[in-house]
């Protein structure tokens, strides 16, 4: 990634700097930017950030997309799996969540690709100047829960997105904490002494605002320019509802990050005068009174108190390591969040900790995990509860299927191979574990003269569980693209899908590691009602 200046050297600030105070903010300006462009993790960042932004909500795929993209980082996993497992989202049942597949599905598609991308960010800039850069982050966050409850109320196509340029909004500080620390305690000094907004001593020290900053650095990301462009500063004063869903997003921006400085001490009556200001700001453009601006710090506050933790990673807030103090927009100086802020302390706090991920327990040396039934049971249960929802999607509920015999029978491999409409080839549709893109391109076979296991038990309508691959027996029946594409496949398992005598496809998983435990009968069962929900949907259709 390489970042342009992001504005003209010799641009006025409007302050009253002289020559010698442009030229210093232009070489800050640069200094940073230098110090960027040589960050080695922030090029992988904005290419993960990128991908993520770019599933499109509305696509077919996107709940595939976002799964796979999840289940290739661990870390990421956990924590998808930990906020699904707290008590404002967990099952009225109780029962924990174990797969990515069923987060989404609880917690919606546009939730965990907002908390996905939050945690990007935290995961790559929460180690330098940690607590400078973990109060942003924390700020960043609530701002997109603010964002995404205003969506909520909203009626614009798409509205989702907004949450995602709420929590951009203060990219650019949270960039200069990461990267130049002691220029972004200057300016925080220069906002605290009152003689300066955040806008003016950005420009005074930096050479251009915090905005102009994130767009530079979301556009080097091909960030959609919808997003970029909702970045932008407001006018000031009072505004009026927006024109379009363009204006309307500039300002779910702004306000929600405002709001979101709010929110951990909502209840400080010194704060009266900043919620006032911020309401008369932004009342009109959104039909807020007292009592909704009420309403929706309440709701943010709720859902951020879930998310809880007994960790000790409670920010800071004060004048030499934060510059929260003061609101751009609303032109009000709010009071400093005590360090014991008690809502948005909380707010990131599971998902930063590394905590504990959902267990699945011991393993027998296949991997395959010794409380398997349970979670092929909870897998059950999560694939009806979907399909009694109403709102289920045949490659979702294939998808579901598939990450629960993955992680509940301990695979490395899976996939969901259908057949070609106009040929007898089968080929891989869905995927999940090691190399998974490589092996979908290359999971595409037809059946050849003779006989192989694929054949037989597709022609049978067969459940085959292999616990060892490489027995003479199995081994002499292996088709020869099973060989080349999966050499070290030691136990699998493959289950037909047959609709009325018609061969759909099949599932497909497998081991680096013999199985001699082998699939007791009460597993075996919950495998095949696994199955035979695929088998409903696809029957329906």
């Not at 509940?408 to 549709?429: D, I, P, Q």
């Not at 999971?443 to 050849?448: H, I, K, R």
């Not at 490489?470 to 029946?477: G, M």
Request: glycine content about 6%; charged content about 20%; hydrophobic content about 45%.
């Amino acid at each position: 990634m390489e970042l342009k200046k992001a504005g003209a050297s010799g641009s006025g600030t409007g302050i009253g700097t002289g020559d010698g105070g442009v030229q210093d903010a232009a070489r800050a300006r640069d200094r940073l930017l230098q110090k960027i462009n040589a960050a080695a993790d922030l090029p992988a960042l904005g290419s993960a950030v990128s991908r993520v932004v770019q599933m499109a909500s509305s696509d077919d795929e996107a709940v595939s997309d976002l799964a796979h993209f999840i289940l290739s980082d661990v870390a990421l996993t956990q924590k998808i799996l930990r906020i699904a497992n707290t008590v404002s989202y967990r099952t009225a049942s109780g029962r924990q969540v174990t797969t990515v597949s069923k987060a989404i599905f609880l917690l919606g598609l546009e939730t965990v690709k907002t908390t996905a991308l939050a945690m990007l960010l935290v995961d790559r800039l929460a180690g330098t100047h940690a607590q400078s850069v973990r109060n942003e982050l924390l700020l960043a966050l609530t701002a997109s829960m603010v964002g995404r409850e205003m969506a909520r109320r909203s009626q614009h196509k798409d509205a989702e997105e907004a949450a995602i340029a709420a929590l951009f909004k203060n990219i650019g500080r949270l960039l200069v904490a990461a990267h130049d620390h002691r220029l972004y305690l200057n300016i925080a000094r220069l906002v605290e002494s009152g003689t300066h907004t955040p806008a003016q001593a950005s420009k005074e020290l930096l050479g251009c605002s915090f905005d102009l900053l994130a767009e530079s650095v979301l556009r080097s990301w091909n960030i959609p320019e919808s997003i970029v462009h909702a970045l932008s500063a407001l006018p000031s004063g009072v505004l009026k509802p927006s024109k379009g869903r363009q204006e309307w997003m500039q300002q779910v921006a702004s306000f929600s990050l405002n709001a979101a400085k709010l929110i951990p001490a909502m209840d400080d009556p010194a704060q009266a005068d900043a919620r006032n200001a911020l309401l008369l700001r932004f009342g009109a453009a959104f039909n807020l009174d007292h009592a909704r601006l009420e309403q929706l710090f309440a709701s943010v506050a709720q859902e951020s108190s879930a998310l809880a933790s007994d960790s000790e990673l409670a920010p800071y807030f004060d004048a030499r390591g934060e510059a929260h103090g003061t609101h751009a927009d609303a032109g009000q100086s709010a009071a400093k969040a005590p360090a014991q802020a008690g809502l948005l302390n909380e707010l990131l706090l599971d998902l930063v900790e590394e905590s504990e991920p959902v267990q699945v327990g011991a393993c027998h040396p296949s991997g395959k995990p010794l409380n398997a039934r349970d979670l092929l049971l909870d897998g059950v249960l999560d694939v009806t509860q979907m399909m009694a929802s109403g709102n289920c999607k045949l490659n979702d509920l294939m998808l579901l299927v598939l990450e629960t015999l993955y992680s509940g029978m301990g695979f490395r491999f899976a996939t969901v191979c259908l057949k070609e409409k106009h040929s007898n080839r089968f080929r891989a549709r869905i995927t999940v574990g090691e190399n998974y893109a490589a092996r979908e391109a290359g999971f595409v076979f037809q059946f050849a003269p003779g006989d192989d296991l694929f054949k037989l038990a597709m022609e049978n309508n067969a459940d085959l569980m292999i616990s060892d691959a490489f027995a003479p027996k199995i081994r002499s029946l292996l088709p020869d693209w099973h060989r080349a594409l999966l050499p070290e496949a030691r136990s699998f398992i493959v289950l037909p899908l047959v609709v009325q005598n018609k061969q759909l496809g099949l599932f497909y998983a497998d081991r680096a590691q013999p199985a001699p435990e082998g699939v007791p009968a009460d597993e075996t069962a919950l495998i095949k009602t696994l199955k035979g929900q695929v088998l409903t949907a696809l029957n329906s259709l």
